[in-house]
Nanobody, 124 residues
Framework: QVQLVESGGGLVQAGGSLRLSCAAS????????VGWFRQAPGKEREFVGA????????YYGDSVKGRFTISRYNAKNTVYLQMNSLIPEDTAVYYC?????????????????WGQGTQVTVSS
């Protein structure tokens, strides 16, 4: 089992930055692909990005490409989501998730473990 805990959310003005962290405990984190998803009120869960356990390849949703960056620090069992140039449309609860596969990175159903989420609010 892998337990995930997100942190770093908060309120930020448009154009600002935030860095979210996803800390893992349990089984070897380095062998899991980690994804970030978000969900705004009344909307479906949206893929933000993912980082592969094999070679650290990264994948991003179209709405965040060029603004968000995912990195991982396996020695600390932590994955980061650096969010720059934030816009009000980025307001959502952000979740990290982990899967033991390395495919279909944008498919939430593939992910076996989920955190509880952290709120990000971007004011205009």
């Amino acid at each position: 089992q892998v337990q995930l805990v997100e942190s770093g959310g908060g309120l930020v003005q448009a154009g600002g930055s935030l860095r979210l962290s996803c800390a893992a405990s349990g089984r070897t984190f380095s062998s899991y692909t980690v994804g970030w998803f978000r969900q705004a009120p009344g909307k479906e869960r949206e893929f933000v990005g993912a980082i592969s356990w094999r070679g650290g390849s990264t994948y991003y949703g179209d709405s965040v490409k060029g603004r968000f960056t995912i990195s991982r620090y396996n020695a600390k069992n932590t994955v980061y989501l650096q969010m720059n140039s934030l816009i009000p449309e980025d307001t959502a609860v952000y979740y990290c998730a982990a899967m033991s596969y390395d495919t279909e990175h944008d498919a939430s159903a593939r992910y076996e473990h989920w955190g509880q989420g952290t709120q990000v609010t971007v004011s205009s």
